[in-house]
Structure formats: C-alpha cells, structure tokens
C-alpha cells in the first residue's frame, strides 16, 4: 500500500500563495468568494475576532483576483472550489492592499506620521508591483517621493487607475487597530485623541472619504474591509457609509473558523493522529456562531493549528492546552473594564453562565459604557458567542474553555488588586492542591480559599456574595494550578454540577478527580435552613454520580460544601 504523503501544517503562515504553492495544507474557503461577488453592493464590511483567519483570506482575495496572478491561476486555485467553478472577475483588479496594524498610538503626533507613512508606503509599494501595468509608473513614484507623507498620495493610484482604464480592488486590514488600541487604553485623553481623528476633518475620516469618493467613480470597483470591532462604523458616519455589513449575515457565518468537518480534514491531512488527542477538543476551542441561523458552530483556527503543531512537533498534546497569544486578549479585557459598569457585566457574565442581549450592527466609542454596547464589543472580541435565541434578543455565552480561562485569570487578578488583603500565596494553595489531588484531601483547599479569600472579603464584596460568587472564586483558585482541568456547570444528566476538576491529560499520574455542589446560607440561617440545603444538595450529588457522563470514572470524588457566612464551612463527602 502506498504511503500517504501529508501536507504540512500552516500555523502562523497567512500567506495564500506560499501555502498552496508549497504543500501546506488548506482549508477551502473559496466557495464565499462566489457568494461574495454575487451579492448587489461591490463593497464589504466583515469582521471577526482575533486569530479567526482574516489575514488569510485577504491574501486569497488578492491571488483570486489580482491581475498579476493570472498565469498562477490553475496552480494556486485549480484544486479548490473557486478554480473548479471561476466567476466572471478573476484576475480583474490591480490590488490597492491596507494592513493598518502596529500604527503608533502613542500620542497624536506620532499616530499621525506612522499612519500617513502607512498609506504612503502602501501606494509605493503599489506602483513598483504593478509597474507593467501603469503607462506613467516612474512618473507616480516620482510623486510620491517628492510629497510629504500623508494620505492624499492615495488619491495618485485613482489618478494612474483612471488613466490606463484599470479597476482596483482596494482590501483594508486591521481598519480599527488604532480605534481598539485608543479604546484599550480607557482614558478620557484616549477617546479625545480618537475622535479628533475620525472628526469632520481626522485624518482617518479624509482617508474613508477619498476611497468612498473614488467607488462613486468606479475606479475602486470593489473594497472589503476587515478588523475586529465595528466602532468606526458609526463614528466615521458619512465619511464611509457605502459598506455591506456582512458580519453577522448567516450566509457568511463559517467563511473563517473551522466547522468540525474541516477539523477533521485538516487532521487527515497533515496527519495528526487522533489516538493523540485526549482532549475534548470541541470543549476547548470550539463553540463560535456569529448568527442564530448559521449553519455550523466553529472553531478558533488559531487555536486548532497551534493545538495540532504541538502534536505534529512532540507526539503529544501540548503543557499549555491554551495558546498564549490569547494572553494579549486578556491585557485588553482589563483595560475594557476599568469602569464599574462594565465590571458588574462581566462578573454578571461570569456568574450567571451568560447573558441575554441584542448583538448592535455599528456603535460609538462614547457607548462603550452602556451594556448592550459593551456586550456587543464582547461579542465582536470572541469574547462571547450565541448560544440561542431569547425572544427578541439572544442569550450570549462565553464560547469554550480556552476562553474561560481568560476571564478566570481576570477575575483573580481583580480580586487581588481591588482586596490587597486577599494574598494569593502560591507555596500553600500549591500544596493545597496537591494534596487535593494525590490524597483526596479536600478540607486543605477549601479551609485554604476560607481563610485567604472568604474571610477577607470587603462589605462591598459580601453584598453580592452567594453560590455563584463562591463557586467564581473556587474557579478562580483552581485555576492557578495546571493539576485539573476546572469545568464550570458541568452537565451531568440530570442538571449541571458546580464544579468539575478533570485530571489534566498530561499528568496522568494525578490520582483523584472532584465533583463540588456548592451552598450557601446567610450568617443569620437556622439549623432547620442549614440541613436543608445540606439535604437538597446531597441530592443533587447523587444524581450526578450517576449520570452517564460522570458514572464509572475511576477514582472520582465527590464533595458537597455547605457554606455559612463568610467564616463557616462543612464539607460532606461522597
């Protein structure tokens, strides 16, 4: 039997031609390039979070559609679904291509100069690949270098594109990277600097204005414009009002994410062999819908590709089951919350599984601190995700564990930062933990976050502490430690248990792992209210211990913890 030959692997490689010229393996997203120029507007806005693949596609939009391609086109395209079924525009445009990340946002000035250079650098580099095409090349670049940077040398290819009768195609990248970086920063002086840019008369509204005039012309014949956030929407107004918003259109739901079926493919493919996995992949990093009628749930690609690069690499899944570029989306989310309304949201989100709302299409920076706006950014962030419909609204969900654990480490280092006195000392939660583990000794743990977290909270922290508050910090302690796996309202059929810690997969040498249902009563609770709860949750453990998903694991513990006040705890085992 012949040996299969596997394709490599393409993480951290956005580039469309170098990946199917040199035997990487790609998932066919080709299909949404027919879908996309079929539609009645030639202008599109779509966005998706970060890590989602928008890089990579913008470089498919290029060699599809680039002029200078087109003797590459049965080679880079003859085995996918665009080179079996062409449309009328292939190899139609000279490609006017924008990457507006890493702009310095330091202070104006410099945003000014990095952003102008930016467009210069674009239109130059523009003219030299496209010199064959242009009748007065020399003459455009000649142009360039005598102005001064700024974004009116963009006008110089409309002017060349005009005059030898040749469309563009004009893709921006990263539209909004300055606008999330000002949002990040949460100053007053931050959205003063944003909005003087996006102004009647910004330099990012002149730059929306000059592309929007030229696609009145019909010399940018078409523009598809990607980032992670719609914000500028709305506060560039008329200054780029021409888009199809595409975002949430379930038509385009999987044009970047992988369904499952394509996870599987890329397996197959580059040969990750499934014996290998001994994670619930689709717990991990799955989970992703963008409209309530999409077909498929998707995966985070970024997340896949580094899951399965660590498997091709080492023969077995990787320490760190999350990819630690996500850590820069935690940077962010702090700097999201700094005020207190947002804040409430995400401790409500977090305590609460979810939360119902509407997804907004456009909105303003100044409405960042309203919910429905700040849940909406959440949204666009990857952040949360549909999980079903809610009447007119949606209820929204964090969209799998790799990003759970991201709002787990927030809230630690909010409770450590806003109750100084809530140390979080390594060595003994360690042992704690530990001991948790290997001796089945659970009374360690919890008299541990007792005494170092409950009995320190604050008289603001104990209005709002009940279950969920104490189950957020248990979660939040577990998840200091790589021992377990911490799952959150784990179903276990009938009804969810609080707390599930699975035995991370690379230590199998861990011996118990722990179901927690978790109560609390007020100080004031009588004895009679007390064994009540004490009685429901026994309950409750006794029907999980024999649901299917839980039943027959070796070596599983169970504890119901009874929790009075903020000082008194009782633990019962089972």
């Given amino acids: 039997m012949e040996t299969k030959t596997f394709k490599r692997l393409p993480y951290g490689n956005s580039d469309f031609r170098d990946i199917v010229l040199h035997n990487y393996a790609y998932v066919d997203k080709t299909r949404f390039i027919e879908q996309m120029e079929r539609e009645a507007n030639r202008n599109h806005f779509f966005i998706r979070p970060r890590k989602f693949g928008k890089s990579l596609f913008l470089r498919t939009l290029n060699c599809y559609y680039n002029i200078n391609y087109k003797a590459e086109f049965e080679s880079m395209f003859g085995n996918l679904y665009i080179g079996k079924n062409p449309t009328p525009e292939r190899n ?21 100069k990095s952003f102008s250079e930016k467009v210069q650098d674009t239109v130059r580099q523009f003219f030299r690949f496209y010199q064959h095409t242009f009748s007065e090349t020399e003459y455009y670049l000649d142009q360039i270098a005598k102005k001064d940077p700024g974004v009116g040398t963009i006008n110089l290819t409309f002017d060349a594109a005009a005059n030898d009768n040749v469309k563009l195609f004009i893709i921006i990248d990263e539209y909004d990277y300055f606008a999330n970086d000002l949002i990040a920063m949460g100053t007053r002086a931050g959205k003063d600097f944003y909005r003087t840019m996006v102004s009647a008369n910004g330099l990012v509204r002149d730059f929306y204005e000059r592309i929007k005039t030229a696609t009145k012309s019909s010399v940018a014949y078409r523009t598809f414009i990607t980032g992670i956030s719609p914000v500028m929407l709305d506060d560039l107004t008329s200054g780029y009002n021409i888009a199809e918003i595409l975002t949430l259109n379930p038509k385009y739901n999987e044009m970047m994410g992988f369904t499952q079926e394509e996870v599987e493919w890329l397996m197959a493919e580059t040969g990750v062999d499934p014996a290998l996995i001994n994670v619930d992949m689709e717990a991990y990093y799955n989970g992703y819908l963008f409209h309530q009628d999409g077909k498929n749930r998707v995966y985070n690609p970024a997340m896949i590709l580094y899951f399965f690069g660590q498997i091709l690499r080492y023969g077995k899944p990787p320490r760190d089951i999350i990819d630690l570029n996500l850590r820069t989306d935690y940077g962010r989310l702090r700097r999201l919350t700094q005020n207190e309304k947002n804040r409430e949201i995400l401790l409500q989100v977090l305590k609460d599984g979810g939360v119902v709302s509407e997804i907004l299409k456009k909105f303003s920076i100044d409405m960042l601190s309203d919910d429905s706006y700040f849940i909406s950014l959440l949204f666009y962030m990857g952040l949360l995700t549909i999980s079903k419909p809610h009447f007119m609204k949606l209820y929204l969900t964090i969209p799998n564990y790799s990003i759970k654990t991201l709002y787990w480490e927030y809230l630690t280092k909010q409770i450590t930062e806003t109750s100084p006195e809530m140390k979080i000392q390594s060595t003994p939660l360690d042992d704690a933990i530990l001991a948790l583990a290997m001796e089945g000794d659970v009374h360690q743990f919890i008299a541990y976050v007792s005494e170092n ?17 104490i189950h957020l910090l248990l979660l939040a302690y577990l998840f200091m ?19 599930f810690l699975q035995r991370n997969p690379l230590l199998p040498e861990v011996k118990y792992e722990w179901l927690f249902e978790i109560k609390y009563c007020k100080t004031s609770a009588s004895e009679a209210e007390v064994a009540a709860k004490r009685s429901e949750g026994l309950e409750q453990l006794k029907h999980y211990l024999h649901s299917h998903r839980i039943k027959g694991r ?3 513990r169970a504890a119901l913890l009874v929790f009075t006040g903020k000082n008194k705890f009782e633990i019962t085992e089972k």
């Fill in 554 to 556: 070796p070596y599983l």
């Fill in 92 to 112: 139609s445009y000279a490609i006017l291509e924008f990457d507006f990340s890493g702009l310095d946002t330091s202070d104006e000035a410099s945003f000014k």
């Fill in 481 to 499: 430690s790589k021992i377990y796996i911490p799952m959150s309202e784990y179903e276990a059929v009938p009804g969810r248990a609080d707390i």
């Fill in 453 to 469: 977290a409950f009995s320190k909270l604050s008289d603001y922290d104990l209005q709002r502490f009940d279950e969920k508050y």
